[in-house]
């Protein structure tokens, strides 16, 4: 089968990437007990994807690897002690590496139905955004209607997936974004209030009732001064690349929590709740009750230069892989 190999590990700034990344023939890889093989028509890319590239994960992965951690497809072989899936099933599902590649082997515990009304192309660029932003709003901060709403990193996939969600949950959402491009996405995503990253802009239009932060560094203190009392501070990620210290006694004053979002274990600790939740994005993309995600789709071949473009931010909204 072809596919997108890792050939050794590099950082995209500085590295040709033509010698880091190279389409070509891979072994077809065998189901065992417990797994699925997937045709692979859909693959998502998200950041963490170049960060396993340039080996600045916390999933280490030794060259040379597929990378590629989103995937839709069908279902081609089933392994042993598999059970309720079977060949010809549509499905999504989330992979540590080897999406970008024609076939895939997955756990069938990590398996999620793909609806025929969604698209390849998109189903398998809706979980980690889509199914992080579910959690974090339901489960989480349990958002209510009528909310104010920030989210930070709002020309982002997962921000805009927030955007979107929580404008269909019936919250106010303010998008703050670093560009007029990416803001003008979050507004078709359903975002009511558009603003810049700056400490005016994020301070001055709290507020916030719940804080949406894939972003952390000098945003994420900024945005919690303006909290409202009794909010919810979600902690996404740090795409900045730092880390940021609040202070404890900003919580305390404002009564207000600093909430941790760890998606990926929520998915190994529920995963029918998982599930269910993905079905209800399908469902709310299905009848219109949400805005279909701004996807860029290209070739697989394509893959090295789309990666270089989304280390470097120069991506708005989601990408997809087609195989």
């Known amino acids: ?24 023939e891979w072994p077809t890889p065998e189901p065992e007990a417990g797994q699925v093989r997937i045709a692979v028509h859909g693959a998502g890319v998200n950041f963490p994807d170049t960060l396993m590239i340039e080996g600045r994960y916390h999933v280490r992965a030794e060259p040379p690897f597929i990378p590629g951690s989103e995937v839709a497809g069908m279902i081609n072989a089933v392994g042993p002690d598999v059970q309720g899936w079977q060949v010809g099933d549509r499905v999504c599902a989330m992979t540590v590496q080897g999406a970008f590649a024609e076939q895939v082997v997955v756990d069938a515990a990590n398996l999620v139905a793909l609806p025929n009304a969604i698209d390849f192309a998109t189903g398998g660029a809706l979980l980690m955004t889509y199914g992080t932003a579910i959690h974090a709003l339901r489960q989480r901060a349990r958002l209510m209607p009528g909310e104010r709403m920030l989210v930070l990193g709002a020309g982002g996939g997962v921000g805009l997936a927030a955007a979107a969600l929580g404008a269909a949950m019936g919250a106010r959402v303010v998008a703050a974004a670093s ?21 005016e802009a994020i301070r001055g239009s709290g507020p916030y009732d719940v804080i949406f932060d894939p972003v952390g560094g000098d945003a994420s203190e900024i945005a919690f001064r303006a909290i409202a009392p009794e909010g919810r501070h979600l902690v996404i990620g740090f795409a900045s690349g730092t880390i940021p210290a609040i202070a404890l006694n900003l919580p305390l004053l404002k009564s207000a929590a ?47 230069e789309i990666l270089r473009r989304l280390a470097a931010r120069g991506i708005a909204g989601k990408v997809a892989l087609t195989v």
Do not use: Y
């Open 1 to 24: 089968m072809r596919a997108l190999v890792c050939e050794k590990i590099g950082i995209f700034e500085t590295e040709n990437m033509a010698q880091t990344l190279r389409l070509r």
């Open 179 to 199: 560009s007029a491009e990416k803001r003008a996405l979050a507004g078709q995503q359903g975002a009511q209030t558009l603003i810049d990253n700056s400490q």
């Open 258 to 304: 600093i909430m941790g979002v760890f998606w990926g274990a929520f998915t190994k600790r529920s995963p029918e709740l998982h599930r269910a939740n993905m079905a209800d994005v399908f469902a709310m993309l299905a009848t219109r009750a949400m805005p279909p995600p701004p996807l860029q789709v290209f070739a697989l071949s394509e893959g090295p």
